[in-house]
């Protein structure tokens, strides 16, 4: 018996089986740990977006309240970030600030203190600066800014969106953050 325990205390390494046991082991916490963490990444993603659409909406309404600036009619503004260059659609739905509003503007540094459209992405790219190459879709509605959506990239968002009834996505129809072609698109309000 004991020659037995000192020629077992002498094996060295593992044998083919515990290997085989400890791999699958390892292969089955794997397969439960992956899953979770991509979700845990997507999850986080679409968290940020939303943010960003939401800081978009705050800023828009501040623009709006500090320059004393009224809403004549419904107005959609469509803006391109590309680089450090904001490019957006004319808004014709707005009035007073002391600007000219109606005329589609390009802001890199400089704003075109005439143009509203001008001022307004100088005030984003201000408060959003670190935001990339992005595409945002906002909808003014009674003053304010009641619809924005954002997305990584400067591909246009129009066609990915919720419908839009009376200034407010209508989440109904099983629309979610994340687009057919894969864009975590982030919204304000949010989807509940």
Do not use: C
Not at 14 to 28: C, D, N, R, S, Y
Not at 97 to 119: I, K, L, R, V
Not at 144 to 158: E, H, K, N, P, S
Not at 179 to 184: F, H, L, M, T
């Amino acid at each position: 018996m004991i020659k037995r325990l000192h020629a077992l205390r002498a094996k060295r390494g593992f044998t083919i089986v515990e290997l085989v046991v400890v791999i699958a082991i390892i292969g089955v916490l794997a397969g439960i740990l992956i899953p979770m963490i991509s979700n845990t990444v997507a999850s986080a993603r679409i968290t940020s977006a939303n943010s960003n659409a939401t800081n978009i909406t705050k800023v828009i309404d501040a623009f709006m309240a500090n320059n004393q600036i009224i809403q004549i009619s419904d107005a959609v503004f469509k803006i391109t970030v590309n680089g450090n260059t904001w490019s957006g659609t004319a808004l014709s739905g707005l009035s007073g600030g002391g600007f000219t509003w109606g005329t589609a503007a390009t802001y890199s540094g400089t704003p075109d203190t005439s143009s509203g459209e001008s001022m307004l992405l100088a005030a984003l790219e201000g408060d959003l600066a670190g935001i990339g190459d992005a595409s945002i879709y906002v909808v003014f509605k009674g003053g304010f800014a009641r619809f924005a959506a954002y997305a990584a990239g400067t591909a246009a968002l129009d066609s990915e969106l919720p419908p839009i009834n009376n200034g407010q996505p209508d989440f109904s129809g099983g629309w979610s953050n994340q687009s057919p072609s894969g864009r975590i698109i982030g919204t304000y309000p949010q989807k509940k």
